[in-house]
């Protein structure tokens, strides 16, 4: 990790003091020539060769083009049969999306080692916001060389391009920069003269059509989009489509990186004040957290497929174990049973647990329709919602005594497979408390 600091060491004070401007909160991070170079990865034979992934037929088109083929005008979206003319010598692979996937989801991971705040824009690049993590890392820069090195080190020997910015169009702008393997810090000072010369249709969210049609009125870089002014691209455009390229002609942006729905996940956790050993006391805390953890899911609307589970050993060793479930759940018996299952795989090695955490994630909508349910007694989950929504009534009424599942009051059986039915069986006992 410190490797990439020796490779580019900072000149001066003033340099390392602009290495930690807090005003770079953006990376954007995108994979080089990703099928591409997975293939070549995966076949060391095809390295240096004109490669594209796609079907050579009539009807196909190239999904993507190692560098050396771009050198022959090869690119992603063209017709095969343009890409066969342009690139005879072309060698062709089919896309293999499961193995791209696997991938995707290694670097995807990386990404969330710096910051929970990641915005995947397909399999091969996302927005990252790094504000809360500057500190921690040692500035943007320090970040964006530890991920480039993390990624070729998980992935076996792929590389990304990252760009380094104020906000996201410019951290977008600025990773296709330098590609391959660059590194494209923008300065938040040089903004403008960094956008001016560029072409327009480098703006994010202007395509062909948009590009000829300021092309045709004279308008081919970004300055020149500032110099025709907001009211001239308002006649053109309409209010709001040109504030928009307005601001983006700016290098301003205010859209906020988003985490998607599905890699959120709640979780609650604790230290002990003593060391607790695996038994009554871990099973005593597993219950609480599963109910803390499935209220608060079902508050904010949401059902889990994954539970997650996370031990920290005496001697400070964290352990993480995870099991992603068939069908979403939304009760706590779930989460319960499968936390105690997950804790079973972990090897403390006799240290004792300093602490002990249980979460959910891969979160689907509530209102989301199951899958594969069909089968499955279809009062079931009404039954479920019934009991949980009593439980829920039940802990914010402080007049009555908190309900809690029959189900969580004792250890169920070793075995998890099938509790549902046996969890459904208790729920209703204490339907009638
Ligand atoms: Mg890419």
């Known amino acids: 990790?410190?490797?990439?600091?020796?490779?580019?060491?900072?000149?001066?004070?003033?340099?390392?003091?602009?290495?930690?401007?807090?005003?770079?909160?953006?990376?954007?991070?995108?994979?080089?020539?990703?099928?591409?170079?997975?293939?070549?990865?995966?076949?060391?034979?095809?390295?240096?060769?004109?490669?594209?992934?796609?079907?050579?037929?009539?009807?196909?088109?190239?999904?993507?083009?190692?560098?050396?083929?771009?050198?022959?005008?090869?690119?992603?979206a063209l017709p095969s049969t343009e890409a066969l003319r342009r690139c005879p010598e072309g060698v062709w692979r089919s896309?293999?999306?499961g193995r791209y996937g696997e991938i995707?989801?290694?670097?995807?991971?990386?990404?969330?080692?710096?910051t929970p705040l990641v915005e995947p824009l397909s399999v091969d690049e996302a927005f990252l916001d790094i504000e809360g993590s500057l500190k921690l890392y040692g500035g943007a820069i320090a970040i964006a060389h530890q991920i480039r090195e993390r990624v070729f080190e998980q992935t076996g020997g792929l590389t990304v391009s990252i760009g380094v910015a104020p906000n996201k169009f410019?951290?977008?702008?600025?990773?296709?920069?330098?590609?391959?393997?660059?590194?494209?810090?923008?300065?938040?000072?040089?903004?403008?003269?960094?956008l001016d010369p560029l072409p327009v249709q480098k703006i994010w969210?202007?395509?062909?059509?948009?590009?000829?049609?300021?092309?045709?009125?004279?308008?081919?870089?970004?300055e020149d989009l500032r110099n025709a002014g907001?009211?001239?691209?308002?006649?053109?455009?309409?209010?709001?489509?040109?504030?928009?390229?307005?601001?983006?002609?700016?290098?301003?942006d205010s859209r906020e990186v988003h985490e998607p729905e599905s890699s959120k996940s709640i979780s609650t956790e604790n230290t002990f004040t003593v060391d607790i050993m695996k038994g009554s006391d871990s099973d005593k805390f597993l219950r609480n957290a599963a109910e803390e953890v499935c209220q608060s899911m079902r508050q904010q609307g949401f059902r889990a497929r994954t539970v997650r589970l996370k031990v920290r050993a005496s001697s400070f060793r964290t352990l993480t174990r995870s099991k992603t479930l068939d069908?979403?759940?939304?009760?706590?018996?779930?989460?319960?049973?499968?936390?105690?299952?997950?804790?079973?795989?972990?090897?403390?090695?006799?240290?004792?647990?300093?602490?002990?955490?249980?979460?959910?994630s891969g979160l689907v909508h509530a209102?989301?329709?199951?899958?594969?349910?069909?089968?499955?007694?279809?009062?079931?989950?009404a039954r479920d919602a019934t009991v949980t929504g009593l439980i829920d009534q039940s802990r914010s009424d402080s007049r009555v005594p908190p309900l809690k599942r029959g189900s969580l009051l004792s250890p169920p059986p070793e075995k998890s497979g099938g509790g549902k039915g046996a969890a459904i069986e208790k729920s209703d006992q204490e339907e009638t408390l």
């Open 170 to 194: 410019l951290a977008k702008l600025a990773s296709d920069l330098d590609k391959p393997d660059g590194l494209t810090v923008v300065d938040p000072d040089g903004i403008q003269e960094l």
């Open 367 to 381: 209102s989301q329709p199951i899958q594969g349910q069909m089968f499955i007694s279809e009062l079931e989950p």
């Open 1 to 76: 990790m410190t490797q990439s600091q020796n490779r580019q060491p900072d000149q001066n004070p003033q340099e390392a003091e602009n290495r930690q401007d807090p005003r770079w909160k953006v990376i954007h991070a995108d994979m080089d020539a990703f099928f591409a170079s997975v293939e070549v990865l995966d076949d060391p034979s095809l390295k240096g060769l004109p490669l594209i992934i796609g079907h050579p037929g009539p009807r196909g088109v190239v999904s993507t083009a190692s560098y050396e083929a771009r050198k022959f005008g090869v690119h992603s």
């Open 327 to 360: 069908t979403p759940f939304i009760d706590a018996a779930t989460l319960y049973n499968t936390g105690r299952e997950l804790l079973t795989h972990v090897d403390l090695e006799a240290e004792g647990i300093r602490l002990l955490g249980l979460g959910v």
């Open 205 to 222: 969210g202007v395509g062909p059509k948009t590009t000829r049609q300021l092309n045709d009125l004279g308008l081919h870089r970004i």
């Open 230 to 252: 907001l009211e001239f691209l308002m006649r053109r455009w309409g209010e709001r489509s040109a504030q928009h390229l307005w601001a983006l002609a700016h290098g301003r």
């Open 95 to 97: 896309p293999r999306g």
């Open 104 to 114: 995707s989801r290694q670097v995807m991971q990386v990404f969330r080692e710096f």
